[in-house]
């Protein structure tokens, strides 16, 4: 049985150019709620190809990302897997199936990321978040590593984002990221943060 990896939350519209065209044959909610099923994009000439390989990476992701429903935690390390300074830092659970998503879609994408691992006790960020375990005093631990990335390009979960406020409070700045991890290539090249 595979974990639930939340497909259903990405808001596919607010990627859409919302012009109304109907070079699809649609309009852009009527193909936000056809694409949502997994119908690829072929033709939008609003959308940059950038923009059309991510959204349909997100499209495809239920066929290739999946998590097995484990009954247990599983604890990993915790730290930063470093890339490169400039690139976005992903923070996450220390869970492996949570890690291995997020790197799978990214590395599909082909763009460079940092990964911090946070103490969650082996908990998906999803039971994380559920017990409290997903906040500032676990990201307070991994401080010295944070100096060696840049904080502007710190992303949570969106599923964390009760816990927004105080992490921001800590290290200055946090953006909230997409729930689902299919969605992390489309939403960071829409926030800029791939320049
Ligand atoms: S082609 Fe693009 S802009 Fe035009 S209606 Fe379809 S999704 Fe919207």
């Not at 852009?28 to 959204?55: H, M």
């Not at 869970?95 to 763009?111: F, G, M, N, S």
């Not at 921001?168 to 700045?173: A, F, K, R, V």
Request: with cysteine; net charge neutral.
């Amino acid at each position: 049985m595979n974990a639930n990896l939340y497909f259903d939350q990405i808001d596919f519209y607010a990627y859409l150019p919302k012009k109304d065209c109907l070079e699809c044959g649609y309009t852009c909610k009527e193909f936000a709620e056809i694409i949502k099923k997994g119908k690829r994009i072929e033709n939008c000439p609003y959308l940059t190809q950038k923009e059309v390989e991510y959204l349909n990476l997100a499209i495809e992701a239920r066929d290739f990302l999946k998590a097995p429903m484990y009954p247990s935690t599983i604890k990993t390390k915790t730290g930063l897997v470093f890339s490169n300074e400039k690139a976005v830092t992903i923070v996450t659970a220390n869970y492996p199936y949570t890690q291995a998503v997020i790197a799978e879609v990214l590395v599909r994408a082909k763009i460079d990321f940092n990964m911090l691992v946070i103490d969650t006790e082996g908990y998906s960020v999803d039971m994380a978040v559920y017990l409290g375990l997903f906040n500032a005093e676990r990201l307070r631990e991994q401080m010295e590593e944070l100096e060696k990335v840049d904080r502007k390009k710190i992303i949570i979960p969106g599923l964390a984002k009760n816990a927004k406020k105080e992490i921001e409070d800590l290290i200055g700045s946090a953006i909230l990221g997409p729930i689902c991890c299919a969605e992390l290539p489309i939403f960071l090249l829409k926030m800029g943060l791939l320049r």
